[in-house]
């Protein structure tokens, strides 16, 4: 029949793992692992102590430690002897609390180191913690820099991409990041120290998308007059129409309806007609009336301004 050393240390060999690493990974002695798998219980100081060791490195195989310590105590369990009940003398009664006391030291010493191995154990099994405080995840913004804020353990690895960011006491941890233009995938990885097979992963993903530049109105130049287009059209029945440019008579007759032309000036236009209905006017592109009093109009040149009247 198997013993419980046995099963342990077929397990170590299947696994392929010496007693010297596994002391260094569980912080047992060597000789203690060793005893164990020879079922040599004589140098450990406690059945309670004994169990201890058995439960850490049962865990460390991967195996069931209430199935090797049930192995165990179906091999090796304590015996139970009766014990005749003694009654202490008057004289003993006094001291027997002291005894007790004495017994208690050894108990809480080692409930203290067994509590103390299990916390140790757990660090080196459990990954880091990794939080990330800000930005929030999926976000867009608008900043070509965005500082990334979090926590994890005190002693682990931090890593932003191929980066190392430092870790203070407190765990806490902030840096910089540059941002491309569109969609970002930032990977941050926290390793533990102790034990660099576990390790926590943390994705942020963030959109970059900057502001619109606002395009300032070009103030447009003010267009200086230099000179005068004169356009004149003759409509519906023969008409007498007069045109003065630059104060000079170009044009006084009567003109046939479907009449067109242009006129230049560098300073002034005037047009007359006999009948207003019949003549269209436009000066530099723009259409004018003429006065319904006078049946005229007059355009002049003033500050490199046209004024009409």
């Not at 097979?197 to 007059?225: D, G």
């Not at 067109?260 to 007609?273: C, G, H, I, L």
């Amino acid at each position: 029949m198997e013993t419980m050393g046995d099963t342990l240390k077929k397990e170590r060999i299947r696994q392929k793992k010496d007693l010297q690493t596994i002391s260094l990974d569980t912080k047992i002695e060597k000789k203690k692992l060793k005893a164990l798998e020879e079922n040599n219980f004589q140098i450990f100081d406690s059945p309670v102590g004994t169990k201890g060791f058995i439960q850490i490195y049962s865990q460390y195989l991967n195996l069931n430690p209430e199935k090797i310590l049930a192995i165990y105590r179906r091999d090796f369990g304590e015996k139970k002897e009766k014990h005749k009940i003694y009654t202490p003398k008057k004289e003993e009664r006094k001291a027997l609390p002291w005894k007790y006391f004495y017994l208690l030291i050894p108990l809480l010493l080692l409930i203290s180191t067994l509590a103390y191995l299990y916390t140790q154990f757990s660090d080196f099994q459990n990954p880091p913690e990794l939080k990330i405080i800000e930005p929030k995840n999926n976000i867009v913004v608008q900043e070509e820099i965005v500082e990334i804020k979090g926590i994890t353990d005190d002693d682990a690895i931090l890593e932003i991409g191929n980066s190392k960011i430092p870790v203070n006491t407190n765990g806490e941890f902030a840096t910089n990041v540059s941002m491309k233009l569109g969609d970002n995938t930032i990977t941050l990885r926290a390793t533990s120290a102790r034990n660099p097979a576990r390790e926590t992963i943390e994705i942020l993903y963030i959109t970059y998308e900057p502001p619109e530049e606002e395009i300032e109105p070009e103030e447009e130049e003010e267009k200086k007059i230099d000179k005068v287009t004169l356009n004149v059209k003759v409509k519906n029945n023969p008409t007498w129409v007069e045109v003065i440019v630059d104060d000079q008579l170009i044009l006084a007759q009567v003109l046939q309806p479907g009449y067109e032309n242009d006129f230049q000036a560098n300073r002034n236009v005037s047009v007359n007609t006999s009948i207003l209905q019949n003549v269209e006017v436009e000066i530099n592109g723009e259409q004018r009336g003429l006065s319904s009093e006078t049946f005229e109009i007059r355009c002049e040149i003033v500050e490199d301004e046209l004024e009409c009247q």
